[in-house]
C-alpha cells in the first residue's frame, strides 16, 4: 500500500511538472526543445498518410455499397461480430423482376422470352458484382483498415511518449537554471541526464515506426493493383454478359422496325407519316403541307434530269399566273393580240 502510495505521488508530481512546462511555452517563458527536421517530415508524412487513407476507403465504400443505410448496418453487424443478412444487390432485384414480368407475360412470346434473358443477364451481373465487393473488401479495404487501427495507434502512442519525454527534459532543463546551491544542481544535472537519454531512446523508437511508413506505401501500392484487377475483371464480366445478351436478343422477330431504320427511310416513308403521324403528336394542316412539299419534291429530284427541270419550271409557271389568266386586279389578258 505504501509502494502505491509513493508510486501514485511520483506520478502525480510528474504530471504536475508536464503542465507546468507545457503551460509556461504556451505563454512563452519556457524554452521547448524541438525536434530535428527529418523526424517531423516523418510525422507530418505520416499525418497525410492517415489522412488519405480514410478518404480513399470512405469513397471506395460509398463506390462498392451506395446506400448509406446499407453501409451503417454493415458497420453495425462488423462491430456486432455478427454475419449480416444475405440480400439481393439492385442488379439482382432488377433481374429477378424480369424474369418473374417475363413468366406472367409467358415465356412463348417474343416480349417475355427477352424479359427473361435480360433478367438472367442482370443476375450474373449482380454475381459479378458480388464477388468485386468480396474482392475489392478483402485484398484492398482490410489492409488500409488494418493500418489505421493498428499500425497508425502504435504511431500516435510512441509520438505521445516523445511528446511527454520532451516536456520531462525541457522541465529538467528549468530546473537547472533555476538551481542555485550546488548539491540542487548536482541532482538537477543528474535529472537532465537521465531525461535526455529517455528522450533520445523514445526519439529512435518513432524514428523507426515512422520509416515503416514507407513499406505501408509499398503494401497499399500491391493492394491497389489488385483492386484495379479485381474491377478489370468485375467490368470484362459484365462487358461479355451484355454482348451476349445483346446477340441473343438480335435474333428475336421485331414487328416494329428500329428508330435508325424509320429514319434512313425513303421518301415514301416521309407520305406515310405525313399521312399516319405518331401516336400522341397529331399533324397539324401546316406541317402535313410542309411534308407533302418535301415528298414531291423528292420524288423530282429521283426523276431524270431534264424532265424533272421541265415539271418544276412548269409548276413555278402555275404558281406564278393566277387560275383564269387574270391579272392582278381581276381583269382578263388579252390572247393572241386580241
Excluded at 251 to 270: H, I, L, R
Aim: charged share 25%; proline share 4%.
Amino acid at each position: 500500500m505504501d509502494f502505491n502510495v509513493k508510486r501514485l505521488a511520483a506520478d502525480a508530481g510528474t504530471f504536475l511538472s508536464r503542465a507546468v512546462q507545457f503551460t509556461e511555452e504556451k505563454f512563452g517563458q519556457a524554452e521547448k526543445t524541438e525536434l530535428d527536421a527529418h523526424l517531423e517530415n516523418l510525422l507530418a508524412r505520416a499525418e497525410c498518410t492517415k489522412q488519405w487513407t480514410e478518404r480513399i476507403m470512405k469513397q471506395t465504400e460509398v463506390l462498392l455499397q451506395p446506400n448509406p443505410n446499407v453501409r451503417m448496418e454493415e458497420f453495425l453487424y462488423e462491430k456486432l461480430e455478427k454475419k449480416a443478412p444475405t440480400r439481393l444487390n439492385n442488379h439482382e432485384q432488377l433481374g429477378q423482376s424480369m424474369i418473374d414480368s417475363g413468366n406472367e407475360f409467358g415465356p412463348g412470346t417474343a416480349y417475355g422470352n427477352a424479359l427473361i434473358k435480360c433478367g438472367e443477364t442482370e443476375k450474373q451481373i449482380g454475381g459479378a458484382e458480388r464477388e468485386l465487393i468480396q474482392s475489392s473488401a478483402i485484398n484492398f479495404l482490410t489492409p488500409f483498415r488494418n493500418f489505421l487501427e493498428g499500425d497508425f495507434k502504435t504511431i500516435l502512442k510512441e509520438r505521445k511518449l516523445l511528446q511527454n519525454k520532451r516536456l520531462d527534459l525541457d522541465a529538467a532543463k528549468t530546473r537547472l537554471k533555476k538551481a542555485r546551491m550546488a548539491d540542487a544542481r548536482a541532482v538537477a544535472e543528474q535529472e537532465l541526464r537521465i531525461t535526455q537519454s529517455e528522450f533520445d531512446r523514445q526519439a529512435e523508437i518513432t524514428r523507426l515506426l515512422l520509416e515503416g511508413v514507407s513499406s505501408t506505401h509499398a503494401h497499399h501500392l500491391r493492394c491497389l493493383n489488385d483492386f484495379v484487377e479485381a474491377q478489370t475483371t468485375y467490368y470484362a464480366q459484365c462487358y461479355q454478359y451484355m454482348v451476349d445478351l445483346q446477340k441473343q436478343l438480335g435474333s428475336f422477330p421485331s414487328t416494329f422496325s428500329s428508330n435508325n431504320n424509320q429514319s434512313s427511310g425513303s421518301a415514301g416513308g416521309e407520305h406515310l407519316r405525313a399521312h399516319h403521324p405518331p401516336l400522341g403528336f397529331p399533324a397539324r394542316p401546316g406541317r402535313r403541307a410542309r411534308l407533302l412539299r418535301l415528298h414531291r419534291a423528292a420524288q423530282l429530284q429521283r426523276q431524270p434530269q431534264g424532265q424533272g427541270a421541265v415539271r418544276l419550271r412548269r409548276r413555278r409557271e402555275q404558281r406564278a399566273v393566277p387560275a383564269g389568266g387574270r391579272g392582278d386586279h381581276g381583269v382578263q389578258c388579252p390572247r393572241n393580240g386580241h
